[in-house]
């Protein structure tokens, strides 16, 4: 295999994006790469926002891999800003061989150029595999997290 490109995320890499969020158990069930209208609203969004990076990872020319970095400004820790570490994910045939650690670890780069305290992230509770991926990579299970679903009316 050929070395992996971690970049910004251009409109061109929605499709490729859109269909790794539904290449696993639970992005199957939520995710619809054939209807873009509103992928293409959110990334336009994303790509606006200044404290946002939703990157791809490429191999040979193909999208392999994407994160989105969040920067969190704060008041806690002293005003200390954190990186929100969202939806990473790699190809599901190329799992397992080191393409999400180089992902993450580009990540983590990026938060300590911007200065950032800290890195968060969370994970579904379901993903038992990503939680051991995660800790390998120097990540604690410090907290447990709580959503709230907002129903669309």
């Not at 969370?122 to 990540?139: C, I, P, Q």
Request: charged letters at 20%; a negative charge; one cysteine or more.
């Amino acid at each position: 295999m050929n070395e992996l490109n971690i970049r910004r995320a251009a409109p061109r890499d929605l499709p490729a994006i859109v269909a790794l969020l539904a290449d696993d158990e639970l992005g199957a069930a939520r995710e619809n790469p054939g209807e873009l209208g509103p992928y293409r609203e959110a990334f336009a969004a994303i790509d606006a926002d200044s404290h946002q990076i939703l990157a791809v990872a490429e191999q040979d020319g193909d999208v392999v891999g994407t994160l989105q970095l969040t920067f969190l400004p704060g008041l806690s820790h002293r005003g200390a800003t954190r990186a929100q570490i969202e939806a990473v994910r790699v190809l599901s045939a190329l799992r397992g061989k080191g393409l999400g650690s180089q992902l993450v670890t580009w990540a983590v780069g990026e938060a300590r150029k911007r200065g950032c305290l800290m890195v968060q992230l969370t994970s579904n509770a379901s993903r038992a595999d990503a939680h051991t991926f995660y800790e390998r990579l120097g990540f604690t299970p410090s907290h447990i997290g709580f959503k709230m679903a907002l129903g669309q009316d």
